[in-house]
C-alpha cells in the first residue's frame, strides 16, 4: 500500500513538472510589452477579424511564441514584423501600409466625400439660381391680405 | 443632360456596387496571396517521420522540382486532398514531400498505413515552426518549388483533381523543362 502512494506522489509530482514547462517562454516584462503592443497591430490570420492580441487560435499562439523568441534573440519590432511580413504577406498587419496597391483603400473614402461635397455645393448653388425673388406684383399683393383677413 | 439620365445616376451606382459586392459574396477570404511567390524556399532541417535519425532540408531536393505539401492527421480537409494525392502521385515524375504540421508521429504513421502514403518522405514540423516560416495559416497547403529551390506556386486548401491535371501538373512539366 505505501509502495502505491509513493507511486501515486511521484506520479502527480511528475505534471507539476509539465506544467512548469509549458508556462511562457519568457519572462522578461519587457518583451512581454512589446510582444503585447505588437500583436494588436497584427492579425490572427485563422480568424480573420481579430487581432493576434484578441485570439487564442493555436496558430495565434504559435505566433505570439515566435515573436517572442525573435525579441529574445534581439530583433527589433520592425524586424520582427518585417519577418512575419514576408512570410505572411500584408495581410498580417491589421492596418494595411499605404502604397501604391493599396492606395485606394486608403484614399478611397476621402475622394468619395470630396466628390459628394463638391456634387452637393454644385447642386446648392444651383438651387439658389433657380429661386431668384420675384417681387410681388399689386394684383398678387391684394390677393394675399384678401385670403388672409378671410382666414381670421 | 436630360432629366431622365440624371435619374438614372444613382441606380447605376448602385449596380456598380452591388455588382462588387456579389462579386465579393464569392471570393474565399482565405486565400491570401503568398508573398513567397519567386522567392527561395526557406531553409530547414527537420526529422524525417519514417527515421527520426535522419534529417530532410530543401538543399536535398536542387534539381528537381517538387511539392511540398503541409498536412496533419487531425486536419479533415487534408483527407479529401489525400485521394487527389494518392491519384496523382502514380506519375513518376512527381516528388512530394509531406510537412507533417503540428501533428504526432503515432498518429501520422496511422493515416499513411491505413490511407496510403502519397508521399517519398515525410517530415515532422511537431512545434509548427518550419509552418511559420512557409506562412502555413491552416493545412492543408501546398508549394511547388522549382529546380533552383525557388517556391513558384502556393496552394491554399485541398488539391481538386481539377487543380492538379489544369494547373499543378502542366506547370511541373514545364518547370521540369
Redesign the interface.
Known sequence: MKKWLIVLWLALASFSVLANEASPLAQDPEIEARLKDMSHELRCLVCQNQTLADSDALLAQDLRREIRLQMQEGKSNQEVMDYLVSRYGDFVRYRPPLKSSTVLLWLGPFVLLLAGGVGLFIQLRRRQKMTTEVPLSAEEARKISELLDKES | MKPVFRALIPLAIFLVVAGFLFKGLFLN?KE?????ID?PA?QFDLPRLDDPTKTFSPKDMLGKVWMLNAWASWCSTCRTEHAVLMEIMKMPELNLVGLNY?DTDAEAQTVLSTAGNPYQLVVTDS???V?????V??TPETYLIDKAGIIRYKKIGAITREDAYTEIIPMIKELQK
Open positions: 477570404p491570401v496571396p503568398s508573398p513567397l522567392k526557406p503540428k512545434d509548427g515552426k509552418g511559420i516560416d512557409y506562412g495559416v491552416a
